[in-house]
């Protein structure tokens, strides 16, 4: 294994643990408003406003031994594979959300997770105030380290210089370092290898499974996925094909 990629590995190592050790009541919180949805059959609405942090809610979809009643919102202005400096203007455009959040038909009484590694963009920061103005419960799954660091009045920010991590009426840190980029070569200014999708992924899939443990306290069965590609899986799956196709706009 050479220097680069050990340290890169051992900082994602690192990274992932401070999320497990320190995020536990906040994953515990977090998880009781999602078995609460689920448990009267409500959709688990899932954001990831802005370039990758797109994936954390691809991420959970149709995914093997995911829950299946969760809604990704990945509307198209922000997908990278629509153009990836597109998304960058689209996601620091202020109104773009509530465009958003309203074709997805989030209304009052729902819960929408957040996900957004940097915290301070546009469409991030009305994400989270329209769940205010709307009355739908909010987690937020962000980090401090750009909010702390880039000024309020940067290009990327919102207006308004808010931070996501004090909107939400729940966070989870996904303690990001400021760049987010960590490897460093030698003759070459600029980092490598970034960490915020493993970060993200990793701490939705915590929040995912604790909110399938708290299921199984209440005696409920949690909807979960079985991969497609087992023997068994088409079958193990039709049930909840047949619930949610209509209602998870890209389930079907």
Same mark, same amino acid.
């Given at each position: 294994?050479?220097?680069?990629?050990?340290?890169?590995?051992?900082?994602?190592?690192?990274?992932?643990?401070?999320?497990?050790?320190?995020?536990?009541?906040?994953?515990?919180?977090?998880?009781?408003?999602?078995?609460?949805?689920?448990?009267?059959?409500?959709?688990?609405?899932?954001?990831? %406003? =802005? =370039?990758?942090?797109?994936?954390?809610?691809?991420?959970?979809?149709?995914?093997?031994?995911?829950?299946?009643?969760?809604?990704?919102?990945?509307? %198209?202005?922000?997908?990278?594979?629509?153009?990836?400096?597109?998304?960058?203007?689209?996601?620091?455009?202020?109104?773009?959300?509530?465009?958003?959040?309203?074709?997805?038909?989030?209304?009052?009484?729902?819960?929408?997770?957040?996900?957004?590694?940097?915290?301070?963009?546009?469409?991030?920061?009305?994400?989270?105030?329209?769940?205010?103005?709307? =009355?739908?419960?909010?987690?937020?799954?962000?980090?401090?380290?750009?909010?702390?660091?880039?000024?309020?009045?940067? %290009?990327?920010?919102?207006?308004?210089?808010?931070?996501?991590?004090?909107?939400?009426?729940?966070?989870?840190?996904?303690?990001?370092?400021?760049?987010?980029?960590?490897?460093?070569?030698?003759g070459l200014s600029q980092k490598m290898a970034a960490t915020s999708t493993y970060c993200n992924a990793f701490a939705i899939n915590l929040?995912?499974?604790?909110?399938?443990?708290?299921?199984?306290?209440?005696?409920?069965?949690? %909807?979960?996925?079985?991969?497609?590609?087992?023997?068994?899986?088409?079958?193990?799956?039709?049930?909840?094909?047949?619930?949610?196709?209509p209602r998870v706009k890209h389930l079907r």
């Amino acid at each position: 294994m050479s220097k680069t990629s050990k340290f890169y590995l051992e900082t994602i190592i690192s990274m992932l643990r401070e999320i497990e050790e320190n995020e536990q009541q906040s994953i515990d919180e977090a998880a009781t408003i999602l078995a609460k949805a689920v448990a009267e059959d409500k959709l688990i609405n899932v954001i990831g %406003p =802005g =370039g990758h942090s797109n994936l954390a809610a691809e991420e959970v979809l149709w995914r093997a031994g995911g829950l299946a009643p969760v809604n990704p919102i990945l509307d %198209p202005g922000t997908l990278l594979f629509f153009g990836a400096k597109r998304s960058n203007y689209i996601e620091r455009t202020p109104g773009y959300a509530k465009a958003v959040l309203d074709s997805y038909g989030v209304v009052k009484g729902d819960v929408l997770v957040i996900v957004n590694a940097y915290g301070i963009n546009a469409m991030t920061i009305e994400c989270a105030l329209e769940c205010k103005e709307r =009355g739908v419960t909010s987690i937020g799954i962000t980090s401090t380290s750009f909010a702390n660091a880039v000024p309020k009045d940067a %290009p990327a920010r919102h207006p308004s210089g808010q931070n996501l991590h004090e909107l939400v009426d729940i966070f989870i840190n996904s303690h990001l370092p400021l760049g987010d980029a960590v490897v460093e070569i030698e003759g070459l200014s600029q980092k490598m290898a970034a960490t915020s999708t493993y970060c993200n992924a990793f701490a939705i899939n915590l929040l995912m499974v604790r909110t399938a443990e708290k299921l199984v306290q209440q005696g409920i069965r949690p %909807p979960v996925w079985t991969s497609a590609n087992l023997p068994d899986g088409d079958r193990l799956n039709k049930e909840y094909e047949e619930k949610y196709f209509p209602r998870v706009k890209h389930l079907r």
